[in-house]
């Protein structure tokens, strides 16, 4: 017998393995219930929840405040701007869809129009920018 488990020489030695394994669960299993079911553990984790919102609570007050020392913005800043970038967003994206249905109203054509005429023109290939250097 080894450790309340007794070997056979009949059985897999994987078999026998799946049965220690087995065991060694239910026993682990059996000594967790009986720990997490007292008092005592439910208030040392109500503890130490409490502990690590409070800690996470201060590491975050002092990483505001540092950052703010470098004039670097919080999370809570860049929070702020992306909320404000996706409301212009959304009413650029209302006045797109209003200009549109102006137009097409009007009976012009779409919001797309042609841009400025280029006239500016690429360097040519003998230019003394373009020239290789030896």
Known sequence: MYGGFVMSKDKDPA???REWVN????AVD???????????????MNTMQNSQ???QKVFGELM????????MP?????????????DLDTRLSRMEVKLDRLSAAS?????????????RKPPS???PANKKKD
């Open 53 to 55: 919102l409070q800690f």
């Open 64 to 71: 505001a405040q540092h950052l703010a020392n470098l004039n």
């Open 23 to 26: 065991q060694w669960e239910r």
């Open 107 to 119: 009976g012009g054509a779409s919001a797309t129009r042609p841009g400025p005429k280029r006239t």
């Open 74 to 86: 919080s999370r809570r800043d860049v929070q702020h701007l992306a909320e404000v970038i996706h």
């Open 30 to 44: 059996s000594f967790s219930n009986q720990l997490m079911g007292t008092d005592e553990f439910s208030r040392a």
């Open 15 to 17: 078999e026998l393995f």
């Open 125 to 127: 290939a003998t230019s």
